[in-house]
Nanobody, 115 residues
Framework: QVQLVESGGGLVQAGGSLRLSCAAS????????VGWYRQAPGKQRELVTT???????HYADSVKGRFTISRDNAKNTVYLQMNSLQPEDTAVYYC?????????WGRGTQVTVSS
């Protein structure tokens, strides 16, 4: 019903930046919320940021001031701008979308930050 495809991951040095994209198969304005999660090796998946249709945005404390979520409704795409990346940001990053209170996931994109 909903497909999400992430892109933009890669290898970057500490202090660098990346922008992740999440292309949705339907209008993102139809979602209750969109967000980004990440999962590092050996760790549980954790919330990075969410953005609701009402305009409320939440960030994990570990990324506040460094990461920014944004939307392009015309392109049905959600972005995650990541600045001042640190080795502890290394993880697979997943896009999520809440549609009718069901959560959909992309397959993820790998982000690796070298020290």
């Amino acid at each position: 019903q909903v497909q999400l495809v992430e892109s933009g991951g890669g290898l970057v040095q500490a202090g660098g930046s990346l922008r992740l994209s999440c292309a949705a198969s339907r209008s993102i304005s139809s979602f209750n919320a969109v967000g980004w999660y990440r999962q590092a090796p050996g760790k549980q998946r954790e919330l990075v940021t969410t953005s609701t249709s009402g305009g409320t945005t939440h960030y994990a404390d570990s990324v506040k001031g460094r990461f920014t979520i944004s939307r392009d409704n015309a392109k049905n795409t959600v972005y995650l701008q990541m600045n001042s990346l640190q080795p502890e940001d290394t993880a697979v990053y997943y896009c999520s979308a809440d549609l009718s209170w069901r959560l959909y996931w992309g397959r993820g994109t790998q982000v690796t930050v070298s020290s």
